[in-house]
């Protein structure tokens, strides 16, 4: 049987009818239409599917759509700013070539988001710490570090949310 | 938007250039577009979300495909019932392997995979029927009721059983002692040359067994129109023509009435250099049920048909005369290749042709055969064929160097080959910046201050590399140009280059606007690269070998020059000069000589289109031939072309470590690398390749290796127990470009996307031996191995 | 891969969410987290019929510090939180420690502590410093309470003390000890997104001297089918001023109980091994750390 229920995303509300055991990452991608989550285990494993709710980063391929009613979910799609500009974050990764294939990408960014709300002034050793639930296969991470490093320092300078 | 120039190494002083004392042919001053450090093109629609992959697109109509998997690594299917599933609501059709039984393969000699298994199953979890639904719940639901019946056989998962066992089990019935192929490669007079050298030593390696990881799973969407026989496959492939050469065959469907499109391919490492069943699998249940049909791999399956590394049992033995010059090595090689053959021969080859660079071998000796055994197939994984002879050959001169009583910096630089080197196998390396590569890194990391002198615990080791780039296959059995590309100007669209070239994440859109750019005198945003897909691109081998850059950097600047030509004579008449003294810079078209004499480039472009119409330039490569043969007797040898490469790249790591003697963790601390790309056309791209590669390699050195139990069944088919390096393995890197320039080459490009991976195995297991004194002979090197390693030690000096 | 079919349930209190307990039984599965549940049921190695979803119960979350009193955490508490707490960090650092290195940052924000205990893993990181921090778990239902020692409630590999009708509602940890400290320590293959092959805490309490061990607790993780607390370390110990020689014979002792199995992860020969190590270390680190307060 479905239920008729509403997800709240970017700041957008979704009504999408679901079963019980639908998953946030399927609702997302197949139902809303927001393909930027990317599903790359569907076991919690690689983090390609993380996405922020109430602004903490969580894991939709293991998480429940109907447990997500209520709360604020933004994917990667929810970080553009005004005027379609890049979020400083998303410009740190393209100016230091954090991007290859891009699949881990909106997931590692929005971890990066997460990370830097809770320590703008983030040691490397934390920002390490705090993306290792992310794979990334192309890049070797060192830029990724770099990218994350320099959004700090544009978000310490100009407080961006 | 404003335009940022990112800082870096390259693109920060001119003047540091020439103080540097570059070439001219380097010179900023003549190249404005390659060489600098351009941010991606695709980099904000990634970064945003936008990018589409295949598995984000829907079609009108689209139903799912889902493949039903044996249970089984080795049985007959007695019988495969699909009745129960055809009932269930929702369910289209279903297929099975009867169905599409001609074989395909990524080398046409050797072809022997069937899209789904017919009559037997040679692994676990390879695919023995599939259904189409009209949602992923029913098609999957729909695999729980077809039903199966197995007669299990025994299950060979080691090459050395599976030859032992060949008279009681065959895999493949053509294929006698369960050996998919053997050769032999002899050069100069091996045992003579042994029996004169005053070192000689050898070793025995085996190395495990990873796979790519690429995040992406397989995707693919087959859209088949009944009408009119078209077929158009969007697919997370890096090799369209190839897959689109294989759809004609398995679909008996002419080439001509299907297209491959590949959206943004999430990863590739080779693990999509083959056709996948996903793929085949999608378009025959298309033209089955007349809709699109979307096929998603999972996790798991992505683990149950990976064409991973080959694990390899290698013998090698090699001689040094008293100066420690190499005189010979004798190679044998023994690879496990799994169920099917894929790219079996060439790397059993290449691994083969591995020997002869990056040092002077004057007698080379190669044994090998690829052996079938109840395991997914082995196929192409980052630096293909080369990783594992690297390995072995480069921990075998670190102790020959020992042996000797010097620095293993000291031998290798001694053999190091040179530009203009002839191989005893009739290989050419016209360029190399090999020593350099050597010393950079040996000076940057300070290698030869540390090596032997550190606390227990801590070490360094070091190792050189190389690999092909623009090479030669065979695989159409035809030697048309191996890439060709058009590139369209006119008023409306601007710059378009058109072309199949497959941009998996590795960066060759961007390099290839760049060189287009450079050649065209304008700014690579000017440029539009549509890539990927049969039908608008003129055909192209893939993304391999490391070919891309210098493939279609080549068959760029050849369409070019078409393009120039024209303008220049449009311009010419127009400004009343000789086209042939026109210069094209930064979007003018001037007189060299009388530099008042200008116009824009869009003027010219305007004039000439108003009447002709678009201009357009192809342009093509085709790998120069060489024969492989043995150089002294002129013989022509087995296999021998294999490996030989208009071009190569070459690098050199040094890695330090820590090994926690009393858990056997080993933590990679630092890693310095030098590399020969030839010129970097986006130094960015190339070293975030580089720092890729070493990742990548790391991850195999230490952590990755698939697991199967006594029946050929998956212990770790996910990330979770399948462990990829994460940003806490992450070392500190410093690699280098060093300075080259071939000028053999297109804009003197080499190659970076696979020679990066080479040294860091060795590197790596050359480090431990200097920090614990141990040398380890078997990937991955665990903390358990450490451990034990280190108990043996210890009881072994009482 | 798609999970079965199930009823869902959302209670928003505490009575809500035991009547739900009660009355549906073991057909339900709570769910907290998710970071166990959700797996498993992919796998289909489990297809309850009914969840219950205890995120919108707040009384289930929070942590309670009291100078002096201990600390209660609610069951439903993330890691995240545990692991940020400046008051978790301050009064109990191994299990703050112990919480940040679950899985990932994402894992951390959803995997509950009562979860990591209710999963009854035996690589499980925070039963362990639980359990060395004298731990009690209450146990909830329409009945009313039991409190229960952490290490009595997690009885084996997936196997609870938890009646029918019972769920975990919080964990009671007693104020530490004067002149006490405990540490906690991992071993795996990499350093993040590990289950470990190993992990260990131990809790030293030194007598006024501040020299002679008063008590010793040595946990130890993923060696057992549920947390082993180590009887010998503890006889071994008590009463003494530690030497390296003390230490290296508790480190075997603990050696000696350790009941490993073979896996994919390590074999027991090398979790034995690292058994020994790790004590070593802690004992010494936390004697140490012990002295210093
Ligand atoms: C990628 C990944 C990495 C991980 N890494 C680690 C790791 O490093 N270390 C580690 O220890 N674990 C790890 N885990 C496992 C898991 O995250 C933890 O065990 C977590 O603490 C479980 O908490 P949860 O709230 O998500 O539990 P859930 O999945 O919600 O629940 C787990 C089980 O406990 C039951 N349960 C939950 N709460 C209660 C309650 N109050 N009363 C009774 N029963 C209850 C549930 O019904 C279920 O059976 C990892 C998981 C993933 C997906
Ligand atoms: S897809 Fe969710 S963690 Fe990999
Ligand atoms: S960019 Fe490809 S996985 Fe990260």
Not at chain 2, 328 to 334: H, K, M, Q, R, Y
């Amino acid at each position: 049987m479905k239920k008729l229920i509403e997800l709240d995303i970017n700041d957008r509300i979704y009504e999408v009818a679901i079963d019980a055991r639908d998953l946030l990452i399927d609702v997302i991608r197949n139902k809303v239409g927001l393909t930027g989550s990317k599903k790359g285990c569907g076991d919690g494993d690689c983090g390609a599917c993380t996405v922020l709710i109430d602004g903490k980063p969580e894991l939709s391929c293991i998480k429940l759509a109907i447990a997500s009613q209520g709360k604020k979910i933004t994917t990667i799609e929810g970080l553009v700013q005004e005027g379609g500009q890049l979020h400083p974050i998303q410009q740190a990764y393209v100016d230091h070539g954090a991007v290859q294939c891009g699949f881990c990408t909106p997931g590692m960014i929005l971890s990066s988001k997460a990370l830097l709300d809770r320590n703008p002034d983030p040691t490397e050793h934390y920002i390490k710490h705090e993306l290792s639930g992310n794979i990334c296969r192309c890049t070797g991470y060192k830029r990724i570090i770099e990218a994350v490093e320099a959004a700090a320092k544009v978000w310490s300078k100009e407080g961006v949310q | 938007m404003e335009k940022k120039v990112l800082k870096s190494k390259w693109n920060l002083t001119p003047e540091g250039w020439n103080l540097e004392g570059v070439p001219s042919s380097q010179d900023e001053k003549r190249y404005t577009q390659v060489g600098r450090s351009v941010p991606r093109i695709d980099g904000p629609i990634k970064v945003k979300g936008e990018a589409i992959y295949t598995g984000d697109m829907t079609l009108p109509g689209m139903v799912y495909g889902k493949i039903k998997r044996s249970t089984y690594a080795h049985a007959i299917i007695k019988k495969i019932d699909c009745c129960k599933a055809l009932k269930l609501p929702g369910v289209l059709a279903v297929l099975t392997g009867d169905e599409a039984p001609n074989k395909w393969g990524i080398v046409p000699q050797a072809a022997n995979e069937t899209v789904l298994a017919v009559g037997k199953v040679r692994f676990y979890g390879e695919g023995v029927a599939a259904v189409a639904a009209l949602d992923e719940e029913t098609a999957e639901a729909a695999l729980e009721l077809i039903e199966v019946e197995y007669e299990p056989l025994p299950v060979l998962l080691d090459p050395f059983q599976s030859m032992e066992r060949s008279q009681e089990v065959l895999i493949h019935e053509d294929s006698k002692g369960n050996i998919m192929h053997a050769g032999e490669q002899v050069y100069g007079d091996v045992d003579k040359a042994f029996a004169e050298c005053e070192y000689v030593l050898e070793r025995e390696f085996h190395t495990n067994y990873p796979q790519h990881g690429f995040l992406e799973p397989h995707s693919a969407l087959a859209s088949y129109d009944t009408q009119n026989g078209q077929l158009h496959l969007w697919a997370s492939s890096q090799i369209p023509h190839y897959l689109h050469r294989q759809m004609s065959i398995v679909l008996e469907i002419p080439m001509n009435k299907i297209r491959v499109t590949l959206p943004t391919i999430g990863g590739g490492f080779g693990g999509k250099g083959e056709a996948a069943p996903s793929e085949f699998v999608a378009c025959l249940l298309s033209r089955k049920v007349g809709r699109p049909v979307k096929v998603v791999y999972d996790r798991q399956e992505v683990f149950y048909t990976n064409k991973g590394r080959h694990p390899c049992h290698m013998k090698v033995k090699m001689g040094l005369d008293k100066d420690g010059y190499i005189q010979a090595v004798d190679f044998d090689n023994t690879l496990d290749k799994g169920a099917y053959s894929g790219w079996g021969i060439v790397v059993l080859f290449y691994t083969a042709s591995m020997i002869h660079l990056p040092y002077k071998v004057p007698n080379a000796r190669f044994r090998g055969r690829s052996v079938y055994t109840n395991k997914p197939s082995t196929g192409a994984m980052r630096g293909l064929g080369g990783v594992q002879p690297r390995w072995a050959l480069e921990c075998l001169m670190d102790e020959m160097a020992e042996m000797m009583g010097i620095s293993p910096y000291e031998l290798k630089l001694k053999n190091a080959i040179e530009s203009g080197h002839t191989c005893i196998n009739n290989m050419f390396v016209p360029h190399s910046e090999f020593k350099k590569c050597l010393e950079t890194a040996v000076k940057k990391s300070g290698f030869l201050e540390k090596q032997g002198k550190l606390p227990f615990g801590k070490g360094i080791g070091m190792a050189g590399g190389y690999y092909i780039t623009g090479t030669a296959y065979t695989l159409y059995q035809n030697y048309k140009p191996h890439t060709t590309v058009m590139i369209r100007v006119d008023t409306e669209g601007g710059v378009t280059l058109l072309c199949a070239a497959a941009e998996i994440g590795q960066g060759c859109n961007t390099v290839m606007a760049q060189m287009v750019a450079e050649e065209l005198g304008i700014q690579y945003e000017d440029v539009h690269v549509q890539s990927g897909d049969t039908e608008i691109g003129a055909f192209d081998l893939g993304s391999f070998a490391s070919r891309l850059t210098y493939a279609a950097g080549a068959a760029i600047k050849m369409a070019c020059v078409e393009i120039n030509q024209s303008l220049k004579e449009t311009a010419a008449g127009m400004l009343g000069v000789r086209a042939d003294q026109l210069v094209i810079k930064n979007h003018e078209i001037y007189s060299m000589y009388e530099i008042k004499k200008r116009i824009s480039w869009e003027k010219a472009i305007e004039v000439y289109t108003s009447i002709n119409g678009t201009l357009v330039g192809m342009g093509n490569f085709s790998p120069p031939r060489r024969k492989g043969i043995d150089i002294i007797s002129g013989n022509r040898v087995q296999g021998a072309n294999i490996g030989h490469s208009p071009t190569f790249g070459f690098s050199s790591q040094v890695h330090e470590v820590e090994v926690d003697v009393e858990t056997g963790r080993i933590y990679v601390k630092k890693v310095t690398e030098a590399g020969d790309c030839g010129t970097p056309v986006n130094p960015m791209c190339v070293d975030g390749q580089v720092e890729g590669s070493i990742m990548f390699n790391i991850g195999a050195c230490l952590y990755e290796d698939q697991k199967l139990d006594a029946s050929g069944k998956h212990l770790n088919p996910n990330f979770h127990d399948y462990k990829t390096p994460t940003t806490m393995e992450m070392p500190e890197m410093d690699t280098n470009i060093v300075e080259s320039y071939d000028h053999s080459a297109p804009f003197g490009v080499k190659e970076t996307g696979e020679g990066a991976v080479q040294p860091t195995f060795p590197a790596l297991t050359n480090a431990i031996y200097d920090a614990i004194g141990v040398r380890f002979y078997t990937l991955p090197i665990t903390p358990e191995m450490v451990l034990k390693a280190l108990k043996d030690k210890k009881e072994g000096e009482l | 891969m798609f999970l079965n079919h199930f009823e869902y349930f959302a209670p928003k209190t505490p009575a809500e969410t035991l009547e739900l307990v009660a009355c549906l039984g073991s057909k339900a599965k709570i769910l907290a987290g998710g970071t166990d549940l959700m797996v498993v049921m992919k796998a289909k190695a489990i297809s309850p019929d009914y969840l219950i979803d205890i995120n919108g119960v707040e009384e289930f979350k929070g942590i309670f510090c009291e100078q002096g009193k201990g600390a209660v955490i609610g069951t439903n508490t993330k890691l995240a939180e545990i692991q940020f707490s400046e008051a978790i960090q301050a009064k109990y650092p191994a299990l703050a420690y112990a919480a940040g290195e679950v899985g990932s940052s994402q894992v951390r924000q959803m995997a509950s502590l009562g979860g990591n205990s209710c999963n009854a893993s035996p690589a499980a990181e925070t039963p362990t410093p639980l359990v060395a921090m004298d731990a009690k778990v209450v146990l909830s239902s329409i009945l009313g309470e039991r409190e229960l020692p952490l290490e009595e409630f997690i009885l084996g590999v997936r196997v609870l003390d938890l009646a029918e009708g019972e769920m975990l509602t919080k964990f009671v940890l007693p104020e530490p000890k004067l002149k006490s400290a405990c540490r906690y320590a991992y071993m795996g293959r990499r350093d993040a997104m590990e289950i470990d092959c190993v992990n260990m805490a131990v809790t030293i309490e030194l007598e006024d001297d501040g020299e002679k061990v008063k008590n010793i607790k040595l946990v130890m993780g993923s060696v057992y089918p549920r947390p082993l607390v180590s009887k010998e370390v503890t006889a071994l110990l008590v009463g003494q001023k530690l030497s390296d020689q003390l230490i290296e014979k508790a480190a075997e002792a603990a050696q000696g109980e350790a009941k490993p199995i073979d896996d994919i992860r390590a074999s027991a020969e090398y979790r034995r091994e690292i058994v020994k190590v790790l004590a070593r270390r802690l004992i010494k680190e936390a004697y140490t750390d012990a002295k210093g307060v």
